[in-house]
């Protein structure tokens, strides 16, 4: 079966603090897809990353930086220098068998001033 | 490019009742799927279409379809609505390959919340 973990239900940090979401998933495919999602109170699903399975790199996009680990089978998400702006609920995401997205629990993030 | 819209945003319906909700996918884009989110299941696939033809299917009763038109837009139905239908219903799109929805990036729209009294 396919899952996804992220065993952080809500992290609060001051503004400028360094944060790291957890995400550890599991799956039999030797091909897959990892996806990081980020849902303001509005609603909307916002796309941050996706990673196959072969692509072991870590990757950073400003402030925002991933490390995959297929040993561990992790996906972990950091914000470095954190802003009110980046309050939300973070979602990782496995791409299932048939396509579809498996998504964590998600992970809510409050960044205070 | 316009980003992935759904109508309505907000919908109230009472038990029994029947709701259908719209979604048109970003310009080029020929896959849509649907998603249920609510506090206690968390997000969870209902189903995607690809050329007008229900591709995927997630884990829900009959009471849920949906289907696609030709310029990729799509609607999904409800019938008979029961209280624990209450969510927000995302639908997202992507390009459409013939590689599968699997390596494709889904791109989401605003939602409809949807509460049944």
């Known amino acids: 079966a396919q899952k996804v973990t992220q065993a952080q239900t809500e992290i609060s940090v001051v503004e400028k603090e360094d944060v790291t979401l957890d995400c550890v998933y599991e799956?039999?495919?030797?091909?897959?897809?990892l996806f990081w999602y980020k849902q303001p109170p509005s609603g909307e699903l916002v796309f941050l990353i996706r990673?196959?399975?072969?692509?072991?790199q870590n990757e950073i996009s400003g402030r925002y930086s991933w490390n995959f680990q297929k040993s561990t089978s992790s996906f972990n998400f950091t914000i470095t220098a954190s802003q009110v702006v980046d309050s939300a609920v973070y979602f990782c995401?496995?791409?299932?068998?048939?396509?579809?997205?498996?998504f964590g629990k998600g992970t809510k993030l409050s960044v205070k001033p | 490019k316009a980003g992935v819209t759904q109508t309505p945003r907000y919908l109230i319906k009472t038990r029994g009742q029947q709701v259908t909700l719209s979604c048109s996918p970003i310009?080029?884009?020929?896959?849509v799927s649907w998603y249920q989110q609510t506090p206690g299941q968390g997000l969870q696939f209902l189903f995607e279409?690809?050329?007008?033809?229900?591709?995927n299917k997630g884990n829900f009763p009959g009471r849920f379809s949906g289907r696609q038109f030709s310029n990729s837009r799509s609607e999904m139905n409800v019938s008979t609505l029961e209280l624990g239908d209450s969510a927000l219903y995302l639908c997202?799109?992507?390009?459409?390959?013939?590689?599968?929805?699997?390596?494709?990036?889904?791109?989401f729209g605003p939602g409809t919340r949807l509460l049944v009294l």
């Open positions: 310009s080029g884009h020929r896959s």
């Open positions: 997202a799109s992507s390009l459409g390959t013939s590689g599968g929805l699997f390596q494709e990036t889904q791109y």
């Open positions: 990673r196959n399975s072969f692509d072991e």
């Open positions: 279409y690809f050329s007008e033809t229900q591709r």
């Open positions: 995401a496995l791409s299932g068998s048939q396509g579809n997205l498996i």
């Open positions: 799956t039999r495919d030797t091909t897959y897809y």
